[in-house]
């Protein structure tokens, strides 16, 4: 599924997600940070393309979730442009409140015609709530995942090109981290979580 800031009468960034001749998809466009409405609040929203999976529906309209606790790894294999990208992870729990719940990673590209291999450990993803990083860290555990995603936010205007061959998951023995970040015990009440 593609959205723009466009999709939501917002902003003007233009994309699309194609099928190559070689089987890959080719998610690209223009990146603009001009905004249609001229409220200050929505030009916060402005400056974004999204890809992600669709979320996959059980009996009774209940959401099937992506578990892949048993890795610890994903793989990428990409060509793009020299932008950074953003691999979202959609991790909400069971209640409302946590929807917009996230975990992120940034997939630096190089540019050029050759393909680029990515292996991100699972310890790398850091919390992110509604779109901003959290000050109360947890690890990834790949128990609960709704969808997956790529996101093109880097703030260039201009037109930008990723082109995916494959996205996977691999279990890594030599990855041996558990967490990336520092935590801290925060007070309740005084951070989003």
Known sequence: MVSTDSSYKIGKT??????TQQ???LFSGYFSNDYDKPEKSKAIYTGYANISSITQLKSFKREKRINIDQFNCFMLKI?????????ILHTPQRYTMTYTYMHMYP????????WQYVKIPFSKFFHVTHGRVSDKQYRFEGLDVKSIGITCMDGNEGPFSLEIDHIGVVKDNECTE???????????YISNT
């Open 23 to 25: 089987n890959t998809g």
């Open 178 to 188: 558990d967490f990336a970040y520092e935590v801290y015990k925060i007070p309740k």
């Open 107 to 114: 997939l630096y590209t190089r540019g050029g015609p050759y």
């Open 14 to 19: 233009k994309a699309s997600l194609q099928l």
């Open 79 to 87: 060509r793009g442009d020299g932008r950074t990208y953003m691999l």
